[in-house]
Each structure stands twice: as structure tokens, then as C-alpha cells.
């Protein structure tokens, strides 16, 4: 276990829906960051929160937001739905900007149909 | 023209084999380097970390770096079956731990 858990851990939806994916850093992380994986793009940046912020954004669509609350958890919000957004999407989080790496969670496996 | 690129495999190899795992990437401010190992149904995790020019050695792993020719290496000895996994490289600009590039991955699986 990384100790960056997120939820749910599969989801199936249809085209043109919205879903909510959620992710608790690890105890103590301040920022957290949002990647797509997908087959065909690799794992892509999306978002990253520090501390209740928006840090950086990658290439995240305007159909996708994101919020990271006060107690440190965030949210991804996808809507309107399409089936090119089948992915897994992960979650990172890191106890401030220095350091190696980030540690991941182990990931929302998102299939639209 | 993609960050980073990497060959994706997929790579078969017998137990006990050398591994050369292989990036190359675009852009010289790239300065931090790492090696993620990814599990089927698993997030990924950091492998080897590496800043200069050279070679870092951790156990059965080398991470290797050539910033003249932007490339970068990952050598596993005395492969085993529990090495079987995709293995990511990854690059980022500064020292603030801020946005990854990734490679889209090599899939190695070690038979015994």
C-alpha cells in the first residue's frame, strides 16, 4: 500500500455522463497531481495542487476540473463524457515540491461505453 | 516530437539475462531523471533517481545518463521473474518536484 488512496477503483459510465474521482494523499502530502494513462498516449500530466492551490496544469481538457479541499483530498471531475476518455487515471502526492519523486496511488480504471 | 520517447516493447527475456532498457528526450533543461517500475492493476513506483551524468548503482539496477546525446539507461542484472513489469522513464526540469514527462513505457517480462 503507497498510502495514496484512491476511489473508485473501476468505473463504467456512458457517453456524455460525469463522474467524480477521488484521491486522499498520503499523511502529510501537501500537493497532489492528476495523470491519465492510456495505451496509446502514455501517462500524461493533467493538474497538480499544492496546498489547496493550483500549481500547474497540463493537458487537461475543459470538460475535466479539478480541486484539492482543505483537508488535502482531491477530486477530478470529467464530464461530458466521451469514449476517448477511457483511461486510467492516477493520483500522486508529495510532501512539498523537493525531492525525487512523487508517490502514486493505485489508480481509476474509467471505461466509457 | 514527443518529451521523451521509448521503444515500448514488449521485451522477453530468461531468468538471470541483462536487461538494457532505453529513453532518449528532446529537450537539454531536462536535469532530473527517473526509472518508475509499474505492476499490472499498479501505480507507479520510483525505481531510480538521478541527476548528473553517469551511472547510479542500487543493488541489481543501473540507471545510466548521457545529457551530450540525451539518452538514458536502465540496466538490470541477474534478471528475474519478479522483474516482469513496464518500466517508465521519466524527466523533469528543475529542482522543484513539479510536472513528470513520461516515457510511454517498456513491458519486460523475465521467464524462468
Known amino acids: 500500500d503507497s498510502g495514496v488512496t484512491q476511489t473508485p477503483k473501476h468505473l463504467i459510465t456512458a457517453t456524455g455522463q460525469r463522474v467524480t474521482l477521488r484521491c486522499s494523499p498520503r499523511s502529510g502530502d501537501l500537493s497532489v497531481y492528476w495523470y491519465q494513462q492510456s495505451l496509446d498516449q502514455g501517462l500524461q500530466f493533467l493538474i497538480q495542487y499544492y496546498n489547496g492551490e493550483e500549481r500547474a496544469k497540463g493537458n487537461i481538457l475543459e470538460r475535466f476540473s479539478a480541486q484539492q479541499f482543505p483537508d488535502l483530498h482531491s477530486e477530478l471531475n470529467l464530464s461530458s463524457l466521451e469514449l476517448g476518455d477511457s483511461a486510467l487515471y492516477f493520483c500522486?502526492?508529495?510532501?512539498?515540491?523537493?525531492?525525487?519523486?512523487?508517490?502514486f496511488g493505485s489508480g481509476t480504471r474509467l471505461t466509457v461505453v | 516530437q514527443k518529451e521523451v520517447e521509448q521503444d515500448p516493447g514488449p521485451l522477453s527475456v530468461p531468468e538471470g539475462a541483462i536487461v538494457s532498457l532505453n529513453c532518449t528526450y528532446s529537450?537539454?533543461?531536462?536535469?532530473?531523471f527517473m526509472w518508475y517500475r509499474q505492476y499490472s492493476r499498479k501505480g507507479p513506483e520510483l525505481l531510480m533517481y538521478?541527476?548528473?551524468?553517469g551511472n547510479k548503482e542500487d543493488g541489481r539496477f543501473t540507471a545510466q545518463v548521457d545529457k551530450s546525446s540525451k539518452y538514458i539507461s536502465l540496466f538490470i542484472r541477474d534478471s528475474q521473474p519478479s522483474d516482469s513489469a513496464t518500466y517508465l522513464c521519466a524527466v523533469r526540469r528543475g529542482s522543484t518536484l513539479g510536472r513528470l514527462y513520461f516515457g510511454r513505457g517498456t513491458q519486460l517480462t523475465v521467464w524462468p
Open positions: 529537450n537539454s533543461a531536462f536535469q532530473y
Open positions: 500522486a502526492s508529495s510532501l512539498t515540491g523537493r525531492g525525487k519523486g512523487y508517490t
Open positions: 538521478t541527476y548528473s551524468s
